[in-house]
């Protein structure tokens, strides 16, 4: 069974064909979960985990409830140690009544209520990061499902333009024998011919698209992307009244991280007026001294304590000037604000009338539409196989009868995206 050189060659094949057995049981899980259908919801869940726009908002509230703890504290104190009035030519430590080696405490008081505001301000601040978290999520949640149903449009693009190609093709064919027996034209075979051409070609542009619009929501959920679709869409709620969606509008995260701005600007404009009280500090010393009185009795130490006040004469300018800016920063806060509701107000009643004509279309293609195309690609081609009617016309039914398909699912996607939409402005749950 073994020779000098280790395992005979039969052994050595055997060998290798388990390693490549357990290679291929190993990579089974990997290969299993590439095939299950993406759900749009299973994509929700992948893009909002671990999502990293969310997490540096959340990084920075947290980090903002922190200096708003340290805000609201009062300054470290100040330890002072030294020795006063020695004498350095004669003498020593007892020499004179005034020598005395000190030790003190300073602290120092912020003007006002700045310590209370300059917390709030931070809180507010801290608010407004969370508040952006929400409004993140909800953007991520439009994007990936716009993404998403991308994907989907140009799946079923796909399919109804593979499935139509055999239709086609078999034109082609019978058009060629009908040629070939004197039945039919050159030109109705030239046409035929054509026509299948630019099937082809309607095929590598579909696949292209189909590309960009995974690689477009790999962005969100990375290699998941290239999972396939679904093959049914989501079935989401009627919306609401346009008059409720304006109300629900007032509660959108970003709107509320607007107000959250604006109040912290104003809180900036009561730290400012604050600061123009004067600061303040307290002192306490204690002094040791060592030698006697004449009297003989031991000389005292000394116990200190003084208020130190801010006298803000020298920079009255400066607070002007603080004040004067805080009160623009709180304008233009409120102004930004008021421009972000004019423009999501814009957005809510533009996508909503395209969801309501999207709705109208689609009753429409579901009424009549659909089953006219199908009628008249079957009359065509009835009329055609009786020498009624023109080969031309058969193509051009044929044609839009695909194209028609293929819009209602361009319709039936574009109202899904309206909604997304919309369940972004709505802030609704998933």
Request: glycine share 6%; proline share 4%.
């Amino acid at each position: 069974m073994y020779s000098h050189f280790g395992l005979l060659p039969e052994h050595k094949t055997v060998r290798r064909a388990w390693l490549l057995v357990v290679a291929s049981i190993a990579t089974l899980p990997a290969m299993a979960q590439q095939n299950i259908p993406l759900t749009l919801a299973a994509a929700e869940d992948l893009a909002l985990s671990e999502e990293p726009g969310q997490q540096s908002f959340q990084a920075r509230s947290a980090a903002l409830h922190e200096q708003a703890i340290v805000a609201g504290e009062l300054p470290e104190p100040s330890l002072r140690l030294g020795i006063n009035n020695f004498p350095i030519q004669s003498g020593g430590f007892s020499t004179e009544a005034m020598t005395q080696a000190t030790i003190g405490l300073r602290q120092a008081f912020p003007a006002g209520k700045s310590r209370d505001i300059s917390a709030r301000q931070f809180t507010l601040l801290a608010d407004e990061m969370s508040a952006n978290v929400q409004s993140r999520g909800l953007q991520v949640l439009a994007a990936t499902r716009n993404a998403w149903l991308e994907v989907y449009f140009w799946d079923a693009a796909l399919r109804h333009v593979s499935e139509s190609r055999p239709y086609f093709d078999d034109l082609t064919t019978v058009t060629r024998s009908l040629y070939a027996v004197g039945q039919k034209s050159q030109q109705d075979v030239l046409r035929a011919e054509l026509e299948l051409s630019r099937l082809d070609d309607r095929l590598i542009d579909i696949e292209r698209q189909r590309a960009r619009a995974r690689a477009s929501l790999g962005e969100w959920i990375g290699d998941d992307a290239y999972r396939p679709v679904a093959a049914k869409l989501p079935e989401w709620e009627q919306l609401p009244s346009l008059d409720e969606m304006q109300v629900m509008l007032l509660q959108h995260p970003s709107l509320r991280a607007a107000d959250a701005t604006v109040d912290a600007r104003a809180a900036g404009v009561d730290l400012a007026n604050e600061r123009a009280k004067p600061r303040w500090a307290l002192d306490v010393g204690y002094g040791y001294r060592e030698g006697f009185l004449p009297s003989g009795l031991p000389r005292s130490d000394f116990l200190s304590v003084g208020v130190t006040i801010d006298l803000p004469f020298f920079r009255k300018r400066s607070i002007d000037s603080s004040l004067s800016a805080a009160l623009s920063e709180r304008s233009a806060a409120k102004s930004d604000r008021e421009r972000m509701h004019r423009t999501l107000r814009g957005q809510l009643a533009a996508e909503y009338s395209h969801w309501s004509e999207s709705n109208r279309r689609l009753a429409l293609y579901e009424s009549r539409i659909l089953a006219q195309s199908k009628s008249h690609a079957e009359s065509s081609m009835l009329a055609y196989q009786s020498d009624h009617g023109d080969f031309a016309d058969v193509m051009r039914a044929n044609i839009a009868d695909l194209n028609t398909r293929i819009d209602y699912v361009r319709l039936q996607v574009e109202r899904a995206q309206s909604y997304a939409t919309l369940a972004n402005l709505g802030g609704f749950p998933r």
